[in-house]
């Protein structure tokens, strides 16, 4: 996930991304990464404003590395276990949990 820009850019780890360029950068959707802003368990972020999300390529590694796994037998740790799944109520133009 690093490039070799970290050692010309001493910023580039702490510098603010969008989300297209965090989603591309990790290798999600960017549905992915506003789907576990909702429910949780996704990587640190940065709310600029009401509408504008940004992210560290620090806390993307940070997130990434913390779910290091060396076999199956570890996803008993998995972060992700009894959520419920999600869908887009366009009546009320927000996320709601599936029943």
């Given at each position: 996930m690093q490039d070799d820009k970290t050692n010309a850019d001493?910023?580039?780890l702490d510098r603010l991304i969008r989300e297209p360029e965090a989603a591309d950068y990790l290798g999600y959707s960017v549905r992915?990464?506003?789907n576990w802003r909702l429910r949780?368990?996704?990587p640190r972020f940065v709310r600029v404003s009401r509408r504008s999300i940004r992210y560290r390529r620090r806390d993307l590694?940070?997130?990434a590395n913390g779910r290091m796994a060396?076999?199956?037998a570890d996803s008993e740790d998995e972060p992700h276990r009894g959520v419920k799944a999600l869908r887009r109520d366009p009546r009320r133009s927000a996320w709601v949990e599936e029943s």
């Open positions: 001493p910023d580039h992915a990464l506003q949780g368990g996704g590694n940070a997130w060396s076999s199956t």
